[in-house]
């Protein structure tokens, strides 16, 4: 089996995340919204999930938000120096393969034009992913970088492997050089980023062609280099793009890495960009003058993995556009 094959097998695998905010004064009153959870999905089911909150809150809710995310509420009343919320989940996960043969049935044309009709998704979701969002602002320098790599007569299958691709060739990932301030011109003058910046950049060209795209937190499994023991709480979280295909089905693909999704990716939640999907944000009553903020995540593989791969997603229909 190659590695690639391998890659796609199912497996179940432990997620530890832990955030954690130190403060020099104490905390009168913390109030935070956040996405502590793993998402259901297609591709992912949960199996088990626990959220640790210290100091214990005096408010925790949950509701699904308009992306069909699980959304945390948090209130911790009582005085702090330090806060920590730490999600431990069990989860199984396998992606199917894309099939870009499949995909090449239709033009980059042809399947927004699939997307703008019956045919597509729902009208809702449809605009939602394909119009302009706050970090990501459809401006001529982000439609000439589209118009290269998705270009109208191009096969879809083509096209999105060439966007990956082309992120991943063309842009260095340099932790520091960006902000969640900087625009997508400015990440195409850096030619710099990191994962968060490749997928908005990614969404902003998928939807200035009139694909919807959407933007994915989650995690990756990662391997120590031969010879070396992984460190606990090295693990990260990572982001990446889903967009619509033809069959109303999603296909993600992560231009930090050069590949389409397979079952080392753990989906946390979805929506238009970053501020949607954002793991913890809120206010705090305090005198504190300074504050340290510490992440630590670990994605260990279990065995052995339960699930069967899932079933070939490919539509009997809609037939390619004449």
Known sequence: MSQAEADFQPRRYQVRHTTTYEYDAEVVGCYER???????????????????????PDVVSTHVDFFGNESYYVEARSRHTTFSVTMLATVDVAWPRVDLAHLNRWTVS???????????????????YRLPSQLIEITEEVAAFARGILAPDRPLGDALADLYGTIYRDFAYTTGATSVKTT?????????????????????????????????????????????DKLAGSDATHAWVSTWTPGDTWVDLDPTNDHFADSRYIV???GRDYRDVSPLKGIIFTESKKSTMTVAVDVTTLAPAP????????????????
Do not use: M, N
């Open 34 to 56: 956040g996405f502590l959870s793993l998402r259901a999905t297609p591709h992912q089911v949960v199996v088990a999930l626990d959220v640790d909150i210290s100091p214990e």
């Open 110 to 128: 042809q399947a927004a034009a699939l997307a703008d009709s019956a045919a597509g998704p729902d009208l809702v979701t449809a605009a939602i």
């Open 184 to 228: 997508l011109p400015e990440i195409l003058e850096l030619k710099a980023g990191v994962c968060q910046d490749f997928a908005h950049l990614a969404i902003g060209a998928l939807r200035s062609v009139g694909l919807p795209a959407r933007y994915v937190s989650g995690y990756i499994e990662t391997t120590p280099a031969p010879g070396t």
């Open 268 to 270: 946390t939640a979805w």
């Open 307 to 322: 699930l069967t791969p899932p079933p070939d997603p490919r539509p009997l229909d809609p037939r390619p556009l004449d």
